[in-house]
C-alpha cells in the first residue's frame, strides 16, 4: 500500500504561524522534502521535531521527484514544504504531486499561511475577485508586456517582486495601468512588517526616497474601473452606425458587444420602438 504525500503550508514569518495539524504530520512522516534544509530545520527546531529533510529545489525537482516517488509507492508518508507559506504557489512541487496523483497515490493539503491571501485580506482593496500573476518578470519588455495583458482585468491583481525592481515595476504600473491605488506589503508577519498605500506613483516616490529597499514584496494593485455606461438611446447610436455605412446585421453586432446584451436583445429592443 502506497504513503500519503502531505502538501504542508509553513509560516512566512513568524514561526507562530503554524497549525497544530502542520505541527503533528511534520512529525510523524518518514521524510519532508523541502527547498533549503538550513531553513526548514529553523522551524523544525523551533518545535521539537526531528523528522529526516531532503532537499527539493527547481534545480533537483525532476531527479529528485522521481526518487520521492519510489518512497511513497513503498509504502512511506511525506511532507512537502517550501522554505515560506503553501507549496507550489511560485514554488517548485507541482511535479511531485502530479506523479503522486499519476500513480493513484493520496495527496493531502495541510492549509495555512500565505502571502496572497495576507497581504490580501489586510490591504483593504476589493477582494471579491483577484488575480495571482506570481513574480512579475524581470525584463522591462516582458514586464510591460504581462501588464498590458492585464490591463482591463476587473479584479484585484496580486503580484510578487523582488525589492531591487520594485521601483521600476511601480514606474510600469503607473505609465501602462494608469496611476491606480496600489498596496505594498513587505516582509509580512515579520518585525519589520510593513503596508504602503496609495496612488502607484506615490507609493514609488515613497520607497524612492529610502537609502535602501529591502525585504520581500507583495504587490497589490486596485481593479481596472468599469467603463462607463452608454446612455446614447439604443435607436439614435443604430442611426449613427448605419449612416456610417455599416451594414444592419453588423451594427447589432456592434451594439450587442458594446452594451453587453445579446444580438436578439437589441433587434427585441429596436423592434419595440418602431
Given at each position: 500500500m502506497s504513503g500519503t504525500l502531505y502538501v504542508i503550508a509553513t509560516p512566512i514569518g513568524n514561526l507562530e504561524d503554524i497549525t497544530f495539524r502542520a505541527v503533528r504530520i511534520l512529525g510523524e512522516v518518514d521524510r519532508i522534502a523541502c527547498e533549503d534544509t538550513r531553513q526548514t530545520r529553523k522551524l523544525l527546531d523551533r518545535y521539537g521535531i526531528a523528522t529526516p529533510l531532503v532537499s527539493y529545489h527547481e534545480h533537483n525537482e525532476q531527479t529528485r521527484s522521481e526518487e520521492l516517488l519510489r518512497d511513497l509507492l513503498s509504502g512511506k508518508n511525506l511532507a512537502l514544504v517550501s522554505d515560506a507559506g503553501t507549496p507550489l504557489i511560485a514554488d517548485p512541487g507541482y511535479r511531485l504531486v502530479r506523479k503522486a496523483r499519476e500513480n493513484g497515490i493520496a495527496v493531502t493539503p495541510v492549509p495555512g499561511p500565505s502571502a496572497i491571501l495576507a497581504a490580501l485580506s489586510a490591504s483593504g482593496l476589493a477582494s471579491d475577485?483577484?488575480?495571482?500573476?506570481?513574480?512579475?518578470?524581470?525584463?522591462?519588455?516582458?514586464?510591460?508586456?504581462?501588464?498590458?495583458?492585464?490591463?482591463?482585468?476587473?479584479?484585484?491583481?496580486?503580484?510578487?517582486?523582488?525589492?531591487?525592481?520594485?521601483?521600476?515595476?511601480?514606474?510600469?504600473?503607473?505609465?501602462?495601468?494608469?496611476?491606480?491605488?496600489?498596496?505594498?506589503?513587505?516582509?509580512?508577519?515579520?518585525?519589520?512588517?510593513?503596508?504602503?498605500?496609495?496612488?502607484?506613483?506615490?507609493?514609488?516616490?515613497?520607497?524612492?526616497?529610502?537609502?535602501?529597499?529591502?525585504?520581500?514584496?507583495?504587490?497589490?494593485?486596485?481593479?481596472?474601473?468599469?467603463?462607463?455606461?452608454?446612455e446614447t438611446p439604443l435607436e439614435t447610436a443604430m442611426e449613427r452606425l448605419l449612416e456610417a455605412g455599416i451594414p444592419r446585421m453588423e451594427a447589432m453586432k456592434t451594439l450587442a458587444r458594446e452594451r453587453g446584451i445579446s444580438k436578439h436583445e437589441v433587434y427585441k429592443r429596436l423592434n419595440e420602438r418602431e
Open positions: 475577485a483577484f488575480l495571482f500573476g506570481g513574480f512579475l518578470p524581470s525584463k522591462k519588455s516582458q514586464r510591460r508586456k504581462l501588464l498590458e495583458g492585464l490591463k482591463t482585468s476587473r479584479a484585484t491583481l496580486v503580484l510578487y517582486e523582488a525589492p531591487h525592481r520594485i521601483l521600476e515595476a511601480l514606474s510600469d504600473i503607473t505609465e501602462i495601468l494608469g496611476d491606480r491605488p496600489v498596496v505594498v506589503a513587505r516582509e509580512l508577519t515579520k518585525v519589520h512588517e510593513e503596508f504602503l498605500e496609495g496612488a502607484a506613483s506615490e507609493v514609488r516616490n515613497t520607497l524612492a526616497t529610502r537609502p535602501a529597499v529591502k525585504g520581500e514584496f507583495t504587490l497589490l494593485i486596485g481593479k481596472a474601473e468599469a467603463p462607463s455606461a452608454d
